[in-house]
């Protein structure tokens, strides 16, 4: 299997401007979350869903963001306007029910200058 | 709520010591209880997990690790540690049913040679 997939890897971009970081899962598996990182923060749960449905959104910094899983093999983050202060790197993970682990993706690494 | 901590920032070891990084928990039930390692630019990987049985886990790369739940501990410990451990180690928690883990801030080990 080739693991959880993100792309891009790196991101640079100005700020204001619209952002999407994509996500597929392992296949088969049901549940994608979707965390940031940061040095000041460390590893943050954005937002979860189980069988393309959204769960728990609370992780959510503010309406700037937003995600959508449309079916089992694509999720997207997005920001829209981008602000400095998300830059970090943004990690996608997902697990199946009953497996308890979850597996992650490389990560994405925004920049947003 | 559940929630973990990892008391130290920073672990320092000569090659071929034995290594601890420690991490304590706290649960409203049975915990289920995991470590992650990260090293450099790439995302969080697997290496031990804790769901019941045995309180001694091994898992990857000669890693093990001890649950403890009188002191609710889940220390993370190999005998000879190597250059190549350095990285940062996560613990990290989930109470019962399939919510998200709950990640500790990260454990930076550095092995010296």
């Known amino acids: 299997d080739a693991g959880v997939i993100q792309s891009p890897r790196h991101e640079v971009t100005e700020m204001g401007q619209e952002v999407t970081l994509r996500c597929k899962p392992i296949s088969g598996h049901d549940y994608l979350f979707w965390y940031r990182q940061t040095m000041m923060r460390g590893l943050e749960l954005l937002i979860y869903?189980?069988?393309?449905?959204?769960?728990?959104d609370s992780g959510m910094p503010e309406d700037r963001f937003s995600a959508k899983m449309p079916n089992a093999s694509f999720s997207t983050l997005k920001i829209q306007p981008s602000e400095p202060r998300d830059s970090a790197v943004y990690f996608c993970?997902?697990?199946?029910?009953?497996?308890?682990?979850?597996?992650f993706g490389p990560g994405t690494r925004l920049t947003v200058t | 709520a559940q929630s973990v901590a990892q008391p130290e920032d920073q672990v320092n070891v000569a090659e071929g010591n034995p290594l601890t990084v420690k991490c304590t928990y706290s649960v409203s039930g049975n915990p289920y209880l995991f470590w992650y390692v990260q090293y450099p630019n790439r995302g969080l990987q697997f290496l031990l997990k804790?769901?019941?049985?045995?309180?001694l886990v091994k898992g990857s790369y000669g890693f093990e690790a001890e649950f403890n739940k009188s002191q609710t501990s889940f220390h993370l410990k190999k005998p000879s540690a190597l250059v190549s451990d350095s990285a940062l180690y996560f613990c990290?928690?989930?109470?019962?049913?399939?919510?998200?883990?709950?990640f500790g801030k990260g454990t930076r080990l550095s092995v010296i040679a």
């Open positions: 804790y769901i019941t049985g045995d309180n």
């Open positions: 869903f189980n069988n393309n449905v959204p769960i728990d």
């Open positions: 993970a997902s697990s199946l029910l009953g497996a308890h682990e979850q597996y």
């Open positions: 990290a928690v989930r109470d019962v049913g399939n919510t998200p883990l709950v």
